[in-house]
């Protein structure tokens, strides 16, 4: 099984909403990441956690909060939202977090902040 | 992190072959060059890693100078499914152990097929 499932698929939410994204795998893999890609762009790394720890916060605002509750599964807890963060959120697993190992990434959920 | 630079877009025919090419002048020792396809709407997809000379597999093949400042991604006779955006990127192992781990996607080449 190489496959990373996200849900929702998409998702619309108002500035004053709390809602969370889901990401899993089952690949055994160690390291998870959350990307976030606007139209037109590449994708821009957030978050990346290996072995259940967070390694990485690309500086990303704090109404992210992202949360590693097993090696199976990533969740990111949306709250208090700007339009301005719409945008295809990508989920991401590797067997390690070297630079060098492939990334499998999940179909993404597209955001819309109204 | 080594960064890249690609063709903003290419187009090509059904049954052509075709090349892009990607420069990564920084690229530093332990650095691997690593090729994603992605459609719209759906997430990256890798496609071939190489580190020198040549890679190929059942989709694509990678070539690599000796000097490791560029690399070329051939892919042999596209089809109208070939249609995506391409990224190259340079990463390292130096903190593998460690808790770091990053891939940077630079913009990509839109590769159009035409029939």
């Known amino acids: 099984d190489t496959e990373v499932t996200q849900t929702p698929k998409h998702l619309v939410m108002g500035m004053t909403n709390k809602k969370s994204l889901k990401c899993e795998q089952h690949?055994?893999?160690?390291?998870m990441y959350w990307y976030k890609q606007k139209a037109k762009k590449p994708p821009e790394l957030m978050f990346v956690y290996s072995y259940e720890k967070l390694s990485i916060n690309e500086s990303v605002p704090s109404r992210f909060s992202p949360e590693c509750p097993n090696s199976s599964l990533l969740n990111l807890h949306l709250h208090a939202l700007q339009p301005e963060d719409s945008a295809l959120y990508l989920c991401?697993?590797?067997?390690?977090?070297?630079?060098?190992?492939?990334?499998?990434f999940g179909p993404g959920t597209r955001l819309l902040v109204l | 992190l080594a960064k890249t630079t690609q063709p903003i877009s290419m187009d090509s025919y059904e049954g052509q072959e075709v090349n892009i090419t990607c420069s990564h002048n920084?690229?530093?020792?332990?650095?691997?060059i690593t090729w994603y396809q992605q459609f719209p709407s759906q997430g990256p997809r890798f496609i071939i890693q190489g580190y020198k000379t040549k890679v190929t597999n059942e989709v694509a093949s990678l070539f690599i100078p000796a000097d490791r400042k560029s690399s070329t991604l051939s892919l042999p006779r596209v089809s109208l499914s070939d249609t995506a955006v391409y990224y190259c990127?340079?990463?390292?192992?130096?903190?593998?152990?460690?808790?770091?781990?990053?891939?940077?996607f630079g913009r990509g080449t839109q590769l159009t097929v035409w029939p």
């Open positions: 920084n690229i530093a020792t332990n650095d691997y």
């Open positions: 990127l340079v990463g390292d192992n130096s903190d593998r152990g460690s808790t770091l781990g990053r891939l940077y």
């Open positions: 991401a697993s590797s067997q390690d977090s070297g630079g060098y190992e492939t990334q499998y």
């Open positions: 690949m055994g893999h160690r390291a």
